[in-house]
């Protein structure tokens, strides 16, 4: 199907044809979600020996009584965990609750009202804040700047990801520019891993930004491979440290999709004035972390191998998932100008571009067909995606079964919203 090269003859034959396929499926009542990246209750089963497995023992490695107050920084097999996942230093590391979201935002409040870097270094004081956000991206991260009051600006996401060019002329042109989010390893949604070029030009952007300036690093998917040949993500802590900027880069991540979703572990790592920032604002609000939680976790995932193990269980549950998004995908556009999409090999997503001013319809007619998709526009800021074409598709929770009912049901979807604006 070439809708550029159809005749309108053509078209309304089409558009006849997928009306009367598509009143089918919503005859079926189908209720079916690609919404959120949530691990599957088959891959939540994973890690049900968490619960129990202290049995009794409460005391960490430094003998640390868990149960009690205190240990701000997090516990050092805790620390260790995070390490593993992130591959940094153990002594970069603190150790917070279970959502990585959490310090996100705490890091940036902090940056923003408090200052990393003592009262003076206060974002707050510079009038208006702006953050960089390459798009398509995360639509928590644009949600935590709009709940601060910081203004975005995007650049393109590309295959190494985000676009270099843009990113540094901006900073050099705008100076109220405070930050960049960073997706680095199989970005959401688009999948891409950086490229060591691309992490070292953004390692070096504390060279040229203001003094203030930092990249959240959330590198949420950085263990959630679905092959064994995954590529490799540079570190940026490495690269910083190279260029001596250190303090321009914090990293996040969690065990939010590698054991119990809602019951994790999540870190930060940072440069020690970063973290001195992050603790004083800490030590405020909170008396200490969830210090049970680390142990149980550090004893499930006691070392490197242990990770490897437990997240190629997850990939042998969520691959079939993602081959029955692409396969199609692959079997009804491929050859068409009805979109294009990535082909991720790790993380929890599938991003698919229609054709423009497409996308609104093809979630709606999906909707109204009995499955629910991400809202259009949601991976842009302020949920506005200008050219109306993005689409995340979101294939861990149902099973491979509904995968494919819901794929057929959206592939029809994208067909009759692209033939109708044509027409129109």
Request: charged share 20%; with cysteine.
């Amino acid at each position: 199907m070439q809708l550029d090269h159809a005749t309108p003859e053509q078209l309304r034959q089409w558009e006849s044809e997928l009306t009367a396929e598509y009143k089918t499926i919503v005859a079926q009542n189908l209720s079916l979600d690609l919404t959120r990246g949530k691990p599957s209750p088959e891959q939540l089963s994973l890690s049900d020996a968490l619960d129990g497995i202290l049995k009794g023992n409460y005391q960490a490695e430094d003998g640390t009584d868990s149960r009690n107050y205190g240990g701000l920084d997090g516990l050092p097999e805790g620390k260790r965990l995070g390490a593993d996942i992130m591959g940094v230093d153990p002594d970069s590391i603190l150790v917070g609750g279970n959502s990585s979201l959490t310090l996100m935002f705490q890091t940036m409040l902090t940056a923003h009202h408090f200052g990393l870097t003592g009262p003076e270094s206060a974002w707050k004081h510079s009038g208006t804040v702006k953050f960089i956000c390459p798009v398509p991206g995360y639509d928590r991260h644009y949600t935590v700047c709009e709940q601060l009051g910081i203004d975005m600006v995007t650049v393109p996401m590309l295959d190494d990801g985000p676009d270099m060019d843009a990113v540094e002329e901006l900073i050099k042109q705008d100076p109220s520019i405070r930050g960049l989010w960073c997706v680095p390893k199989y970005s959401n949604p688009t999948g891409v891993v950086y490229s060591d070029e691309t992490v070292e030009r953004i390692a070096a952007l504390g060279k040229i930004a203001h003094g203030t300036f930092r990249v959240f690093w959330d590198n949420a998917y950085a263990v959630h491979d679905l092959t064994d040949t995954a590529p490799a993500l540079s570190s940026i802590a490495e690269a910083c440290a190279r260029l001596g900027t250190e303090d321009s880069v914090v990293q996040f991540a969690s065990t939010s999709k590698i054991t119990h979703a809602g019951a994790g572990v999540a870190f930060v790592s940072a440069s020690p004035a970063n973290l001195k920032g992050l603790k004083a604002f800490l030590s405020t609000c909170t008396i200490g972390p969830d210090k049970i939680n680390q142990i149980r976790h550090a004893r499930f995932l006691p070392n490197q191998q242990a990770l490897h193990t437990h997240m190629r269980k997850h990939a042998q549950l969520l691959q079939p998932r993602f081959e029955a998004v692409l396969q199609a995908l692959e079997s009804e556009f491929k050859g068409t100008d009805l979109g294009t999409w990535e082909t991720p090999i790790g993380g929890y997503f599938v991003s698919f571009d229609t054709r423009p001013n497409c996308a609104r319809e093809t979630v709606r007619l999906a909707a109204e067909a009995g499955v629910k998709l991400t809202p259009a526009g949601a991976t842009f800021p302020y949920g506005k995606d200008p050219q109306d074409r993005n689409i995340r598709i979101a294939p861990s929770v149902p099973s491979v079964a509904e995968v494919v009912s819901a794929m057929k049901v959206f592939v029809v979807c994208v067909k009759l919203a692209s033939v109708r604006t044509k027409l129109a």
